[in-house]
């Protein structure tokens, strides 16, 4: 199973949202499980989670409340398979976080001080993109076959 780290600049708001839905659509407690570990943390200071974050996310029955903000250095590089970058700011994450894993910077509109509306474009970005990471990693997982009908290659593989 992969391991997933959404960052940003303060952790409060697009990478407690991203942790949110990696959890309770492909965590280990999702009964969907595909992440052995979900996390999120700040790049240059953490702060409290940001109430409309919680209240968007409440709107689709998540529950984040329980997620607190965290420095990138309370985790270990070798453990995540996986950094994801929320706020266009992946020059900042630290080289080696970024070796030899998949690394994303993703760039998603901070909503802070926005309107509830922004919330939810913001939410709406975040689960569809959580949901494309998803994917694109099973379709790069997924057996590749050449079917042969005699001698002759039917189907090349991938």
């Known amino acids: 199973m992969s391991s997933v780290l959404f960052v940003c600049r303060h952790n409060s708001c697009r990478s407690q949202m991203a942790e949110g839905f990696g959890r309770h659509l492909y965590g280990t407690e999702s009964g969907n499980a595909f992440f052995s570990r979900v996390e999120s943390a700040a790049l240059e200071g953490q702060s409290r989670l940001n109430p409309d974050a919680i209240k968007t996310m409440k709107n689709l029955h998540i529950d984040i409340t329980t997620q607190s903000s965290k420095m990138i250095d309370t985790f270990s590089a070798d453990d995540f398979s996986i950094i994801i970058s929320m706020c266009g700011c992946g020059a900042t994450v630290p080289e080696s976080w970024k070796q030899g894993k998949r690394f994303e910077d993703w760039n998603v509109v901070d909503?802070?001080?926005?309107?509830?509306?922004?919330?939810?474009?913001?939410?709406?970005?975040?689960?569809?993109?959580?949901?494309?990471?998803?994917a694109s990693i099973k379709e790069d997982r997924a057996p590749t076959y050449t079917l042969y009908y005699g001698d002759v290659c039917a189907m090349p593989n991938k």
């Open 111 to 134: 909503p802070t001080g926005g309107s509830e509306h922004d919330f939810e474009v913001a939410r709406n970005e975040i689960q569809e993109r959580v949901n494309e990471l998803v």
